[in-house]
């Protein structure tokens, strides 16, 4: 008789969980998946995947916009119906859950609607039948939950990126508290739906963290958007109305009233309830589970990949370690996941792409830096008459020309820097990048074209 009912017990069924479920029953592992909402997790169900959707809507406005100069006219104004877009997403989001689930079972995997509480390090109990499942290895992979901060009075009214996706229809006005990713990319994407958009935030720009020029850079476009910013503002109280709006009283002494108050102020890693204390799983000081680099806790049994480890908070990274655990301990082949010179874009309109560092990094780390700089109005916005701009920065070393990071705001960002994390990651130097012939006419033959040093700093 088997020591273990499952080789592995997996507890979440979202894109970390489920991409190491499958690649261990791949490797011949007898899995079990526990999942207590929808499979697919935050960025299949209420994340990225439906966040993109709703980005494509919102440019729609944009496009419509820019065709005129083209030439063409809409003898009427065209509509927009949140509800179909919300339906539209439904099945779309549906049929991914579907296929993830099916990537599980196709190896032999299993999962079930519950949630599940670790007893000890190798026990798992399912809460919607008290089953007790043991596994020779347990996998956290539970991701986080939206943080709703600051704590003030009438904070229940707010609502988080969880249930913004499904609001029963567009709101006129909304109050987006935050300035991160999720933030800007709500901000950009009601603005254009025709909601009238304030955001507020502790910080005195958007995106801590980010590029200094991509920052100024975004702050502008949401603001000629539509979007009102608000810097060192934050909500001290939130009262429903009568009528059913929301007022806001502001940390300036301020009031508004929104129809949605959207709070974006960051995840934390969900570990709440889920046994891990009892098995003796250290956490670190802001709840994440601490994982080696091979994401093993520090009970041997026991490992977690994704957001509930707060490495890096991003999909492809969940995968990816999600991927190494699998061909780690069933694979036969010890992997380590490289966290460093992660490509990454921000959904935004202006859209964001960036990879490596960003010039205040770079000036910490290096003696001498050179920066390169180009803002251009995009080929496309010349007959559509838009006055907006584009802008790309190159971040080298000056000493070995190698370079350190790329930053670009404007359209397909993202896709540009999928593609320059490649060169980044080989260690491409800004000769390599001279060296490329341009592809034309594109935006991105900007990053091959340009020559001109725009400043240089030595330490
Ligand atoms: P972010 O960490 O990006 O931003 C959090 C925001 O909340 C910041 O503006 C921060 O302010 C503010 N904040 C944090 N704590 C407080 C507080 N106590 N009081 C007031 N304001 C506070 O988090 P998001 O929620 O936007 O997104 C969560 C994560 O999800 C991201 O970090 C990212 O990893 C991932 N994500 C990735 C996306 C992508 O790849 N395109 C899209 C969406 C999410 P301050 O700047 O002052 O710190």
């Not at 919607?128 to 009075?153: C, F, Q, W």
């Not at 940390?251 to 929104?258: M, P």
């Not at 957001?307 to 492809?316: G, K, M, Q």
């Not at 780390?365 to 584009?390: C, H, N, Q, W």
Request: proline share 3%.
């Amino acid at each position: 008789m088997a020591q273990f009912d499952v080789d592995l017990f997996v507890i979440g069924a979202g894109s970390g969980g489920v991409r190491a479920s499958r690649i261990a029953g791949g490797h011949g592992a007898k899995v079990l998946v526990a999942e207590e909402f929808r499979i697919g997790g935050t960025c299949v169900i209420r994340g990225c995947i439906p966040k993109k959707l709703y980005v494509y809507a919102s440019r729609f406005v944009d496009d419509y916009e820019d065709a005129v100069g083209y030439g063409w006219s809409f003898p009427q104004k065209p509509t927009f119906d949140w509800t179909k877009l919300v339906a539209a997403k439904e099945k779309e989001i549906t049929r991914l859950s579907g296929l993830y689930q099916k990537g599980v079972e196709g190896v032999g995997g299993s999962i079930v609607q519950s949630r599940a509480e670790i007893e000890d390090e190798h026990t798992v109990r399912l809460l919607n039948d008290g089953r007790k499942i043991t596994a020779k290895y347990i996998l956290v992979a539970t991701g986080g939950s939206p943080t709703l901060v600051p704590e003030i009075p009438g904070i229940e009214h707010a609502i988080s990126s969880n249930e913004v996706f499904d609001l029963k229809h567009l709101p006129a006005s909304m109050l987006i508290v935050g300035g991160g990713f999720i933030a800007v990319e709500f901000a950009s994407v009601f603005t254009r739906l025709g909601t009238k958009v304030t955001q507020v935030m502790r910080a005195d720009n958007v995106l801590r963290g980010f590029d200094e020029d991509l920052r100024t850079g975004l702050h502008e476009g949401l603001n000629h958007a539509g979007v009102t910013t608000r810097f060192g503002v934050l909500p001290s109280k939130i009262a429903k109305q009568p009528n059913g709006l929301l007022s806001a009283t502001f940390s300036d002494g301020t009031t508004g009233e929104f129809e949605q108050v959207l709070v974006a102020t960051g995840r934390h890693p969900h570990t709440q309830g889920l046994g891990l204390e009892k098995a003796g799983v250290q956490l670190d000081k802001v709840g994440a589970v601490k994982v080696d680099d091979y994401s093993r806790t520090n009970v041997p049994s026991i490992y977690a990949v994704g957001d509930v480890t707060n490495r890096i908070n991003l999909t492809p990274v969940a995968v990816r370690e999600g991927h190494a655990f699998a061909d780690t301990v069933f694979g036969g082949k010890d992997v380590k996941v490289d966290h460093s010179n992660v490509a990454s874009a921000v959904f935004s309109t202006p859209e964001i792409g960036t990879v490596g560092l960003t010039e205040a990094q770079a000036r910490d780390a290096f003696d001498i830096v050179d920066i390169y700089r180009a803002t251009f109005r995009p080929l496309k916005a010349t007959l559509s008459g838009r006055t907006e701009r584009m802008m790309m920065k190159i971040v080298v070393d000056g000493k070995s020309d190698r370079v350190l990071g790329v930053h670009i705001l404007g359209h397909d960002a993202g896709e540009m820097a999928q593609l320059l994390g490649i060169a980044v990651k080989m260690r491409a130097t800004k000769a390599d990048f001279d060296a490329t012939m341009a592809v034309h006419p594109t935006a991105a033959e900007e990053l091959v074209t340009m020559r001109t040093r725009t400043v240089r700093y030595e330490k």
